[in-house]
């Protein structure tokens, strides 16, 4: 008897061995050949706005094709709930607790507080590992020169704005092209010929079929749709007299700040906004057309996300479009509107086409998923999880965070943790440490209308604790206990 017990134990220890052999080996396999990786980052597009994620009014057929071909996240976050800080935290594969960028601060006359040099980046490690890396888009960590350029962050090429005011303007009269200013003569003064979006989309399949025969690392960071709303005419054309009601937005057209940042007007915001999306989905297909076309396709992981939520400005109305979806907030909110946003994958016979996931993930568990991806190690110090387990399916690999944590730097100051199904914010943080919590179960209450707060004063103590210990103090973002005791 205990001999066949013996032997019943061998066995289950060998196979269970021969099991977490074939789990290493599958993940082992899936990066034996360094895949090229596009990362497609949307500027302010809501979870609503994409028809893969219940957008009724329009249709992003080719981002919807990303999603049918690979994986569709449906609790994934952003960085923050602004455009620097989700960068900075993309980028360091750190939350807004550490990073080194928690806000946005401007440098005048042109750029945005840099990283400094000694943050080591995810297109850092990306060029460690032997990629090719290149940037195109919007950068806003960094004024052109400084040690937060993005071509002293790691990335072997940029072209688009520094500067992420500047970036609120799509006829601008200058973009930068690596380390030169490239004046855009066709919008001096107060003309518009050169569209800026598609001027760096062109360079951006330009960088493919350069980098065709080498790994690369492209960072997609589109501008589109983030204000001022509007499109070239053709394309604005087709949406025009679809969208009633629309309400003129009188924004600045002529004067001293006339392409310096304020939005200009739009007669029809809610037709400009669809054009823009209509845009961002045809170059997505653009992209995908040309990795098919030079034959790496096969080869090639294409993620697709947005930095924060939908925004209000410009004449953007996210409630006509419902763009934050069944979430509550929008753009600089710490509610799921704000920092909830749409991630698709796709990578050809390593994601199942097809597939769904409910897995908790934000923008800092980026650099570790790249990172094992391209066969690297990750550094330490990272707040990041990889889910690169979750991509290629082997769930049970997959490891999940204890809680995310987001601090923001605007109206008043705002925190917010999730810790499993629970979701703890905090508003008016400046008014003093004693502020209220607000306490929402995520998984019963996505649009966090009931706050359990009274009824959990456990739960609530628990989060005190986390707001402490989830952050570091920053001597340019000074969201800490001192700042609070000495606020008037």
Partial sequence: MKQFLYLILLTTLILSC????????????????????????????????????????????????????????????????VCAPSRSALLTGMHTGHTVVRGNKEILPEGQY????????????????????????????????????PLNQGFDAFFGYNCQRLGHNYYPRHLWANKDSLVLEGNSGFKKETYAPELIHDKTLEFIEMNKDNPFFLYVASIIPH????????????????????????????????KLGPYGSQKEPHAAFAAMVHLLDAQVGEIMATLEKLGI????????????????????????????????????????GGIRVPMVAAWPGKIKPGSRTELVSAFWDVFPTFSDIAGIETPEGLDGISFLPTLLGDTDQQKEHEYLYWEFHEKGGRQAIRKGNWKAVKYNVFKGPDVPIELYDIST????????????????????????????????????????????
């Fill in 18 to 81: 021969k099991n977490k052999a074939k789990d290493s080996s599958s993940l082992k396999t899936a990066i034996a050949t360094k895949p090229n990786i596009v990362y497609i980052l949307a500027d302010d597009l809501g979870y609503g706005d994409l028809s893969s994620y219940g957008q009724q009014k329009f249709s992003t057929p080719n981002i919807d094709k990303l999603a049918k071909d690979g994986i569709l996240f449906t609790q994934h976050y952003s960085g923050s709930t």
């Fill in 114 to 149: 840099p990283l400094p040099d000694n943050t080591y980046t995810l297109a850092e490690a990306m060029k460690k590992a032997g990629y090719i890396t290149g940037a195109f888009g919007k950068w806003g960590l960094g004024f052109p020169g400084s040690e937060g350029d």
């Fill in 227 to 258: 204000a001022e709303l509007t499109a070239p005419e053709e394309i604005m054309e087709k949406y025009k007299g679809k969208f009633a009601p629309e309400t003129v937005y009188e924004g600045v057209d002529d004067g001293p700040e006339y």
């Fill in 297 to 336: 396709a096969d080869n090639t992981l294409v993620v697709f996300t947005s930095d924060n939520g939908p925004h209000t400005e410009g004449g953007a109305d996210p409630e006509y479009f419902n763009s934050s979806g069944p979430f509550r907030g929008t753009k600089r909110d710490l509610y799921e």
């Fill in 445 to 488: 209450d996505v649009a966090e209308e009931n706050d359990l707060a009274a009824e959990h004063p456990e739960i609530i103590e628990e989060m005190k604790v986390l707001f402490q210990e989830a952050r570091t103090p920053s001597e340019v973002f000074t969201f800490n206990q001192e700042t609070y005791l000495n606020v008037k």
